[in-house]
């Protein structure tokens, strides 16, 4: 995946930039909330990673202002302001996920593997370093209308792109619908 991160605090930066580099990710950072708001309004991220305290334009003003015009691109929040009614507000200002610090490197990585963000068609590096949709599931709709959502949550995944079958377990299914539990 493609990512943006949006993080003024360098040590924690560039912890997650190494961490996301080594998993195989693509990694951008912005170190103030305007410019993370002109390179995501660029549409080449995969996901972002926003924290709420940034200088010059703060993390939910930022989030607001790309859901004007960007729904789909997964935005991940990481923030030291944590309670249940800052969650809620992140979550209602247009994230899709929201992390209280501290966390383990490994939640970050799995919450950015569960948002689906390599499985959007068309997506910054058409998922190579995550699911593809496959043939006979591309116009299923996932959560928040992303495609192929549903396949990557239950493992449901085409190596070889959209016109290759589905597999699960390595096993060849009918994704179609015909029966298909997923």
């Known amino acids: 995946m493609r990512l943006l991160i949006v993080e003024d605090d360098d040590r924690t930066g560039s912890y997650l930039a190494r961490g996301l580099t080594e998993s195989g990710h693509i990694v951008d950072r912005a170190a103030d909330g305007e410019t ?16 709420r305290r940034l200088p010059i334009l703060d993390g939910l003003s930022l989030i607001r202002r790309l859901r004007e015009t960007d729904r789909l691109t997964p935005i991940l929040v990481l923030s030291a302001i944590g309670s249940s009614a800052d969650r809620v507000e ?59 959502y549903p396949a990557a949550a239950s493992g449901i995944t085409a190596a070889g792109g959209a016109d290759a079958p589905c597999r699960r377990g390595g096993d060849p299914i009918d994704a179609a619908g015909d029966g298909v539990e997923l």
Request: hydrophobic fraction near 45%; charged fraction near 20%; charge should be negative.
């Open 90 to 148: 992140g979550m209602r200002a247009g994230c899709d996920d929201y992390l209280a610090k501290p966390y383990a490197f490994a939640e970050v990585l799995a919450r950015l593997e569960a948002l689906g963000a390599a499985d959007r068609p068309g997506s910054a590096v058409d998922g190579a370093a995550g699911w593809r949709p496959c043939a006979g599931y591309a116009g299923a709709a996932g959560i928040a209308g992303r495609t192929g």
């Open 36 to 51: 993370g708001l002109a390179l995501a309004s660029e549409g080449i991220y995969d996901a972002l990673i926003v924290d």
